[in-house]
Every structure is written in structure tokens, then in C-alpha cells.
């Protein structure tokens, strides 16, 4: 094993762990205050941390059984997608708006959270093909989502005091987690077809 695959597997490791551990923190603010936001986005840190536990399974395999396990992953990144509709199906018969400031208090530790897991990973998301690749999208477009459930509750607390951000932005959220999957089944087919 080089040093390179070494440091990758510990930078992998690390962000599974960081995912894991704030997964916990989100999803039990997210249940007390009712947000579907935090909600879809804690069940990301869930999904983010089980695809980086599987690649760290799949890191010494052939691209073959990697392209594989691409595949399987970018099916795994439409889980959370698909809980946040179920669970903003459900917030349409009950439209309280959650607490502005836990919402966006959350967010700010989530942000930074994968801030964190995004600048670990960067330097790899080319080293191993689709699941590497997989694990940066997921930490790039959390950043992202971490910004719209920061500015969905500023606009709870200031302007609209609804449960329509916070649905919007979950939405919003499951919709990016379909695109990472398209990325992620793009580059696993790729991966495929070059080791073909």
C-alpha cells in the first residue's frame, strides 16, 4: 500500500466519522423543532457516512468491483431524497414553522462539518474514480444545502414566518441529492467502460 492510498483511506475514514457523529446532533434538532430541512439534510450525513464506510471497503478493489459499487452508491444518494419527500408529505398537513434560530444555528455547524469533509476530500476526488468522486459531491453540495437552510431561517425568523422555507429548502436539497446520483452513475458507467 503507498503512502497515497494510506492517506486516502485515512481521509475517507475521518469524514465518515465526522458525518456519522453530526448526523446524530442534526437529526434529534430536527425532530425537536420539526424541520424537514434539517431533517433531509441530517439523513444526508447518514447516507454520506455509509458511502464513505463502503469506500473505505472498496478502495483496494479492481475498477471493476469499484465501478460496481459506484453504481450501488449513486442509488444510495436518492435515499435521502427520497425520505425528505416523504417527510415534507407529511408537513403539508401540519405547516408549523420550525424554530428560526435552532434552524440556522444547525446549519452553521453543519456547514462547517462539511466544509471540513469537503476540503479533506478535494485533494482525491479524482484518486479512485467514482467513489471518491461520489464522496466530494456529497460534501461539495451539503455546503451547499447548509446555505440554503441557513438563509431559509433567516427568512423564518425576519419575513416569513411559514414552514415554506424550510419545505422549499428540503425540497431543494432532495433534487441535489438526484443530481449527485446522475454524477455518480455517470462516472461508475465511465469507470466501467474504461476497464471493459
Known sequence: ???????????????????????????????????????????????????????????????????????????????????????AWQKFFTPIAPDAGLLSLTAVGAMLVNICAALVLARYRHHRGSLTLAAFLSARNDVLANIAIICAGVVTAYWWRSAWPDLLVGLGIAAMNADAAREVWAAAREDHRAEA
Do not use: C, Q
Not at 447518514?46 to 478502495?59: H, R
Not at 436518492?78 to 416523504?86: I, K
Open 1 to 87: 500500500m503507498d503512502t497515497s492510498h494510506g492517506e486516502l483511506r485515512r481521509a475517507i475514514g475521518f469524514v465518515a466519522l465526522l458525518n456519522l457523529g453530526y448526523f446524530g446532533i442534526e437529526f434529534a434538532v430536527a425532530r425537536a423543532i420539526g424541520s424537514v430541512s434539517l431533517f433531509a439534510d441530517s439523513v444526508d450525513f447518514l447516507e454520506d457516512a455509509s458511502v464513505n464506510f463502503l469506500i473505505l471497503a472498496a478502495i483496494g478493489w479492481s475498477v471493476r468491483k469499484r465501478a460496481r459499487v459506484g453504481m450501488a452508491l449513486a442509488g444510495i444518494l436518492l435515499v435521502p431524497g427520497l425520505a425528505t419527500l416523504w417527510t
